[in-house]
């Protein structure tokens, strides 16, 4: 893999990161509930794809070529969320209707509620799947726009993911790139305590993946991957990307336990100071 | 014991619409789970080569692809045994299909106990209720070929999921085609009785009506291959101007038609109702037709059940 990305350019997405973790955390506490950790450990990758790897501007999202990006992790919703609004799209307040009746943006992303979302998921294991159908479909339209899948790891332990990546290698589908937010931790623990899903990379490569390991945090390697991905043109990529579940708030980091419930006032607080935007909590 | 004379394969009626509707529609794809020989989407398939998707033994990712190819604004068709599709995919089709909003048509043939030799396992008799459950989902259980035909039409032309039910027995040619999605066919006029039937036992309904008119007992017949959406005004006439309504489905008595008919009325015009279908059991291996007469949906019963509500309303000792 090549060097990719200038400093400037790195610096910009670190810059937009920055601004996208302390509103997840401001957004999970309003709603008093959701998914923190695993929102922290997808938000550079979720940045990486937004404010450089996709074409066409999210806000147009009726554009027949623009690329698409499949949440498979449907909790991680804040994350996209807040990088939409960070993006312009959304608008930032509206960040604070997480979960609440009538908003649209849903506990688990929707499509139907929200148009920048391309796939309703939740449940897991069918994004994926989703994203394979619509690579299908640009294939057959002859259209030159990509689709991204971002997984989950717990999710790799679900029959449907291995069924749909078998699809996407079977048809040779490379406008498909998978990427793995491999943070090691689901609901109850480490995945390779529960159902180990290791040697991981192995089995895409199994199943028909050009297949990169990156730090899911580093943005040089985070977009020489993708554009590795971009010039594989014998198949779908993969990318596993290692990250850190909670990251960015200490008390977060590797906590199984920050899976899915949203911080009290005092720990909001200490997480925002931490993330560099010390004040007041939004109320809920 | 056997199928009356003049059937005809709801299936290859089914593929042969598929044909048609692929050479006037180009974005219009198919996709199959390995039974394509079975649910006669082979017929495409050697047609459209490009357009047709075998994905193997994958049934609720059949689902989830067909959503994102739908997504794309295409007209996408899923086909697979009604055991595969509104069974082991039905969280697919609730979320990636229904939930989604995608413009899926799951066609699902071998529904209910007519599978016959492959036993309880693979005979559903629970996927309508599944199915009608799930809000926006179209379900169609057509009773022959002719309306097979129109059924397949009508859900390429309507947008959002639907859920067609096929029978594997050929079936006996009892309708004209003329199938509306909303609308129930009046197949027959009475004033004493209404039978509402769908599927396989429509034929049944219309045998015991016609014996039943032979004494003087005038039985309106409603095919009400469309479940849902339902045409509650035909049957709600039906209610007021026959007072009693026998409901024939080869499935669960407990979520399908029945159910719906029992409580449509009781809500809006409380009729006596009765439900011929499979109890609250599974099915075993076996002839077809026998299996029918075994689960309790043999004609005997189906005229011992009309008698019986005739009865009840004075039409007969």
Not at chain 1, 41 to 57: I, K, N, P, Q, Y
């Amino acid at each position: 893999m090549g060097e990719e990305g200038s400093a400037e350019l790195i610096a910009s997405l670190q810059a937009r990161a920055r601004e996208i973790r302390p509103e997840i955390i401001r957004m999970i506490y309003a709603a008093g509930g959701g998914h923190p950790g695993g929102s922290l450990s997808v938000t550079d990758l979720v940045t990486a794809l937004l404010f450089h790897e996709m074409r066409g501007d999210p806000a147009d999202y009726r554009r027949p070529d623009r690329d698409r990006l499949v949440l498979s992790k449907g909790h991680a919703a804040p994350a996209l969320y807040a990088a939409l609004a960070v993006r312009g799209v959304l608008p930032r307040e509206e960040l604070l209707t997480l979960r609440k009746l009538g908003s649209r943006l849903q506990g688990h992303v929707d499509r139907n509620k929200l148009p920048f979302v391309e796939a309703s998921t939740g449940c897991l294991g069918q994004g994926i799947g989703m994203a394979v159908g619509m690579a299908l479909d640009a294939r057959l339209a002859h259209r030159a726009n990509r689709v991204y899948a971002l997984l989950g790891d717990g999710e790799c332990q679900a029959g449907l993911t291995w069924e749909a990546l078998m699809a996407g290698g079977h048809y040779r589908l490379s406008n498909l790139l998978v990427i793995l937010d491999r943070n090691g931790l689901e609901t109850d623990g480490a995945t390779e305590a529960i159902m180990g899903i290791e040697p991981i990379a192995d089995k895409f490569r199994a199943f028909r993946y050009h297949t990169l390991e990156i730090d899911g945090h580093d943005f040089g390697q985070i977009l020489a991957a993708f554009a590795e991905a971009r010039r594989f043109t014998d198949g779908p990529s993969a990318i596993v990307a290692r990250t850190v579940k909670g990251k960015g708030v200490s008390f977060m980091e590797g906590q199984h336990s920050w899976h899915g419930k949203a911080p009290s006032k005092a720990e909001a607080e200490k997480a925002l100071a931490e993330l560099g935007v010390p004040g007041e909590v939004p109320p809920r | 014991m056997s199928a009356p004379p003049k059937s005809e394969s709801l299936r290859d009626a089914y593929g042969q619409t598929l044909v048609e509707l692929g050479e006037a529609d180009p974005n219009l794809v198919v996709l199959d789970a390995d039974l394509s020989g079975s649910t006669r989407t082979v017929l495409f398939g050697q047609k459209f080569p490009d357009r047709f998707f075998n994905v193997g033994v994958m049934e609720p990712t059949m689902m989830t692809i067909a959503s994102g190819l739908a997504l794309g604004g295409r007209t996408v068709f899923a086909s697979t045994f009604a055991v595969f599709a509104a069974g082991q995919a039905y969280n697919a089709v609730r979320q990636s299909v229904c939930y989604n909003h995608a413009n899926v048509k799951i066609v699902a043939t071998h529904g209910g106990l007519l599978v016959g030799g492959d036993g309880g396992t693979h005979q559903i008799v629970e996927d309508i209720g599944l199915m009608r459950g799930l809000p926006g989902m179209t379900v169609i259980v057509p009773a022959d070929a002719p309306t097979t035909r129109a059924a397949t039409r009508a859900v390429a032309a309507r947008e959002g999921p639907a859920y067609v039910r096929l029978t594997r027995e050929n079936l006996p040619v009892v309708t004209d085609g003329a199938f509306e999605v909303g609308k129930a066919a009046e197949l027959r006029s009475g004033s004493d009785l209404t039978i509402v039937a769908v599927g396989a036992l429509l034929a049944r309904g219309l045998e015991v009506a016609e014996d039943l008119a032979k004494v003087g007992l005038s039985v309106r017949v409603l095919d009400f291959a469309s479940v849902k959406p339902f045409d509650e005004p035909a049957l709600l006439r039906a209610a007021r101007e026959t007072g009693a309504i026998l409901v024939l489905e080869e499935h669960s008595v407990l979520t399908g038609v029945g159910a719906l008919v029992a409580s449509a009325t009781s809500e809006n015009y409380p009729v006596p109702v009765r439900r011929v279908g499979v109890p609250d059991v599974f099915g075993e291996s076996g002839d077809p037709w026998a299996l029918l007469d075994r689960y309790g949906m043999s004609k005997e019963r189906v005229r011992n059940e009309a008698w019986e509500l005739l009865r009840l309303r004075g039409k007969v000792q």
